[in-house]
């Protein structure tokens, strides 16, 4: 595999177009996923790694982050310093990237879905597919009309596109033709898509094929195995079809893959379809806005167990004109709360906080500040949190945001919540548990 699947020689092109109105199975070799028991308990296992590994991995992205971004920042930076922190930037956002690859393929990511035209989003990506595959490779699309719709996250159908498209393109090393095309599925009886069977129901399809030479026999079993790449020597990581896999999973859907030798390869994608009109990209839900006072007025309450991250949140917070209270865990921020509750210094324009912490975690210590200030715009942040539970804190009117952040994200949410606007700098109290 290349870093998003297979080499030139583990590829192949379109062996058979999409499934119209049927209920039997796919002509050709198909890759049954997760077909072996021993490789879907690996799955099992190294998908219960990743939110451990995204938890702690993202959060010294964020440290990184955020002291690259305060470099950047200060007047007496030179332009090769400032390059310098470009570069880690730059090293940090490939790092997010991987580690949401590794959310992608164990299902475990949040998906923010809406109702999305399957043929504007083929063509939209047949645009960038143009420019990304150079000029060796013919991008062609064959739209079914009228056009489909499907429930999903415009974001990952758009990563699917490309990652297939990408795989693709390593196995046409001396050129050939990627066909993107639409079309439709009605099941009246269950049918067999790799090791699982899509049930009867009315689907869209999204097919990818080129017209590469083929997947080898032996490799087939493997091609949606995490980290199996036949391109580790170019830089290949093998997530890129293990990331398709999860991602299709994730919004109901199903893939099946056909190939034959000398002709090619198809991957298909099924996706359950939506008969409601296609939905503009809507403002993400957060707490109600309410203006926050100027000045000295303006308190932030910033509780992160992560000494690095805080220290950032506080810096950046402070630049931005914020009087920022600061402290390590939950059950410390409501004793200095507890401390103060009379000083004017002390009322609260937002709070922002870690979801996972020990002792009391962030979702329990918004409810506890929020006895004493009702409706009070609340930040929860966090390296990784369980898709479930960031849905309960969206119905909690809570805002979240995922680290690896930028400053100038954090910012933005606050302001946008408070209706805040930058001051002075103003104290800082660092209060340690006790």
């Not at 920042?73 to 922190?85: L, M, Q, V």
């Not at 196995?171 to 009605?186: I, P, Q, V």
Request: with cysteine; charged share 20%; glycine share 10%.
């Amino acid at each position: 595999m290349s870093g998003h699947g297979m080499n030139s020689e583990g590829r192949s092109g379109p062996g058979k177009k999409n499934a119209d109105v049927s209920g039997g199975d796919m002509s050709g070799e198909g890759a049954r996923p997760e077909a072996d028991p021993e490789h879907a308990r690996r799955l099992r296992v190294v998908g219960q790694l990743a939110g451990g590994i995204a938890h702690d991995f993202n959060n010294l992205l964020t440290a990184i982050l955020g002291a690259a971004d305060a470099i950047l920042e200060r007047a007496e930076t030179t332009a090769e310093t400032a390059a310098d922190a470009r570069q880690i930037r730059r090293g940090v956002e490939r790092g997010a990237a991987l580690v949401r690859q590794l959310l992608a393929f164990s299902r475990q990511q949040t998906l923010q879905p809406r109702i999305v035209a399957v043929n504007a989003a083929i063509e939209d990506a047949a645009q960038l597919l143009r420019r990304l595959l150079g000029e060796k490779i013919t991008v062609a699309i064959a739209l079914e009309q009228p056009g489909r719709r499907v429930m999903a996250d415009p974001g990952q159908l758009d990563q699917v596109l490309v990652n297939l498209a990408v795989n693709a393109r390593d196995a046409m090393a001396e050129g050939g033709t990627l066909t993107l095309s639409s079309g439709h599925a009605t099941l009246y009886r269950p049918r067999l898509a790799g090791a699982e069977t899509i049930p009867p129901g009315r689907y869209v399809t999204i097919t990818v094929a080129d017209t590469g030479g083929g997947i080898p026999d032996n490799v087939m079993p493997r091609i949606f195995e995490p980290f199996f790449t036949t391109k580790r020597a170019l830089g290949g990581t093998g997530l890129g079809l293990s990331t398709v896999l999860g991602i299709v999973r994730q919004s109901d859907g199903f893939l099946d893959v056909a190939s034959r030798a000398g002709i090619g390869t198809t991957v298909v994608v099924y996706l359950p379809r939506h008969d409601a009109a296609a939905e503009a990209i809507a403002p993400s839900r957060h707490a109600q806005v309410r203006a926050a006072p100027s000045g000295g007025d303006r308190v932030v309450l910033v509780v992160e167990d992560e000494e690095p991250v805080r220290r950032v949140l506080v810096r950046a917070l402070t630049r931005a004109g914020w009087r920022v209270l600061a402290a390590e865990t939950a059950e410390s921020a409501l004793e200095m709360l507890g401390n103060s509750r009379d000083s004017p210094e002390s009322q609260l324009s937002v709070v922002i906080s870690d979801v996972v912490m020990p002792g009391m975690d962030g979702p329990a210590l918004v409810r506890a500040v929020r006895l004493t200030c009702p409706n009070l715009p609340a930040v929860l942040v966090s390296g990784y949190a369980e898709p479930v539970q960031r849905q309960d804190l969206m119905a909690e009117d809570i805002s979240f945001l995922a680290k690896p952040y930028s400053t100038a994200e954090l910012l933005e949410l606050v302001a946008r919540l408070t209706g805040a606007k930058a001051g002075k700098a103003h104290s800082v109290h660092n209060v340690a548990p006790r």
